[in-house]
């Protein structure tokens, strides 16, 4: 009886709101923790930023659209269905063997992972994708793999991990709200050396390391299992590490342009510009546009009164020997 006098309370504020919290939001679409998580991140689940400093938030009308739909709830339980290699191979009627040669040569990605007792990292895919693989690639199924996927194995290629953060920043970075945010998720999956050498000023880097999201949604773990986490979230190979220092350097050059105008204007509004008519040191001209060629400003991090207070998964350190994978 108390546990249902707390769950009116909670939910009745929801009647007549525009958006919905995250955890009522899983209730209504009657969806476990896990699964709802899944369906906000692959965005079978809108939602739309919360208050500042506050989760995120789901859309009354995303809540009732979802439900209103056709087969509800479990044609959304099934898209989100995930399996490991074993299950997901039977249902693509191949060998454990050959689906998880298919997964480490990047034919489909893993959509979630985790860690289990032996520090391995299980993979998980989802059943929706596996079908659509198997629907459009029905020669790979079956007879030997094309020459250059077995030359790619042989080599040791393994796209696993690369393709889940690849899922992982895609999904943050359209969650951001500006371009230093968009360039916070770039940068969480480089490690420290990568990173100070692509942002050689350490306010900006710090700056990064205050809007930094939580790369991963990791609740109470021990220390051994924390570490294969954190191998996880970080870019490894040399094409990986510079794909990302690219969308990071781009993020970052427009994050600047987008500040200094606003930055010179605050200046002119201070009185602490240049006198109408002459230059200064700085390339400034009298009217405070800068001299073509000058370096503009750039801002220095953020007050740590101002940002959110978050733990961050990647702690960054050494890279240490791979860990084991499965599936």
């Given at each position: ?43 079978e ?9 506050r ?15 056709p ?27 050959r ?97 100070a050498e692509?942002?050689?000023d ?8 205050a ?33 990302y ?8 050059e ?74």
């Open positions: 009886m108390r546990h249902q006098t707390m769950e009116h309370r909670t939910s009745a504020p929801l009647r007549g709101t525009t958006d919905v919290g995250l955890r009522a939001a899983a209730r209504e679409l009657g969806l476990r923790p896990r699964e709802f998580e899944l369906a906000v991140q692959i965005e689940v809108r939602t739309v930023p919360g208050p500042a400093g989760a995120r938030r789901v859309p009354r009308a995303e809540v009732e659209r979802i439900k209103a739909a087969g509800f709830p479990g044609v959304l339980r099934e898209r989100l269905r995930v399996m490991g290699v074993r299950e997901a191979s039977a249902l693509l009627d191949i060998s454990p063997s689906c998880a040669r298919l997964a480490r040569a990047g034919c489909f990605g893993p959509v979630s992972f985790y860690v289990n007792r032996y520090r391995t990292v299980v993979w998980l895919y989802l059943a929706e994708e596996l079908r659509d693989f198997a629907e459009n690639n029905p020669h790979l199924l079956s007879g030997r793999l094309p020459a250059g996927l077995r030359a790619g194995l042989e080599a040791g290629t393994d796209h696993r991990a690369r393709r889940w953060r690849g899922r992982r920043v895609g999904q943050l970075t359209r969650h951001a709200a500006d371009h230093w945010e968009r360039a916070a998720v770039r940068a969480s999956v480089l490690d420290d050396a990568v990173l692509a942002v050689p350490s306010g900006e880097r710090a700056r990064l390391r809007l930094r999201p939580s790369f991963l949604e990791v609740r109470s773990v021990a220390e051994a299992t924390r570490d294969v986490l954190e191998d996880v979230g970080l870019a490894e190979g040399a094409e990986e590490v510079r794909w220092r690219f969308l990071l350097d781009a993020d970052l427009t994050a600047r342009a987008a500040e200094a105008p606003s930055a010179a204007c605050a200046a002119r509004q201070s009185g602490s510009g240049p006198e109408e008519g002459r230059s200064d040191p700085s390339g400034a001209v009298g009217d405070g546009r800068p001299h073509p060629g000058t370096v503009r400003p750039v801002a220095g991090p953020l007050a740590s009164s101002g940002a959110r207070r978050r733990w961050s998964l990647l702690r960054r350190r050494r890279p240490r020997p791979r860990v084991r994978t499965a599936g």
